[in-house]
């Protein structure tokens, strides 16, 4: 059965909960009946179609995915999250030290999930650097004083020193 069917109001319904329209990748027409809803095991939701138009059959997936918030730089300007230059802060502050490419590449995923985790749009770029911080001194201390000399700008051997007795001390 082509064009208008009945059941079509139910489709309707289901649309207006999903809150879209579906167009139909053969004719464009941007109706659609569902005919079938099911979930995935990722929490998604797919939806069997037909167009309202041309009678093909098409499915829908609506998956819930984790985006990463956008980082709030200090003077206010908004960049994406970018895992590579991070990467490279990490690595320079980590050479010749003890700490493997798998460490890293978990610290940094780490960092990722946790701003993931937040739910929010925008996070300073402050909660991303106390974030790997945080992770450096717990995977190696000489590491974490390189990266605090630059992110703490600890450019001065009296506030160096006071960062290591707290280091000590700790
Ligand atoms: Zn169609």
């Given at each position: 059965m082509k064009g208008k069917v009945p059941g079509n109001a139910y489709g309707?319904?289901?649309?207006?909960r999903?809150?879209?329209n579906m167009r139909c990748p053969y004719c464009q027409f941007d109706?659609?009946?569902v005919i079938d809803t099911s979930h995935d095991s990722h929490g998604g939701i797919r939806r069997r179609r037909e167009c309202l138009k041309c009678g093909q059959r098409f499915s829908s997936l609506e998956r819930p995915i984790l985006s990463t918030p956008l980082i709030v730089k200090a003077d206010?300007?908004?960049?994406?999250f970018n895992r590579e230059k991070l990467e490279r802060g990490v690595r320079i502050a980590c050479a010749k030290r003890p700490v493997s490419a798998a460490d890293i590449d978990r610290l940094?995923?780490?960092?990722e999930t946790g701003l993931q985790k937040m739910g929010k749009a925008e996070v300073s770029s402050r909660v991303v650097g106390d974030m790997v911080i945080k992770s450096l001194k717990e995977l190696d201390q000489i590491a974490y004083i390189r990266y605090a000399i630059v992110y703490l700008r600890l450019d001065d051997l009296q506030s160096l020193r006071n960062e290591i007795n707290?280091?000590?001390?700790?």
């Open positions: 309707k319904q289901q649309e207006e999903s809150g879209f109706d659609s009946k206010g300007a908004r960049e994406e940094l995923g780490q960092v707290r280091l000590l001390a700790g």
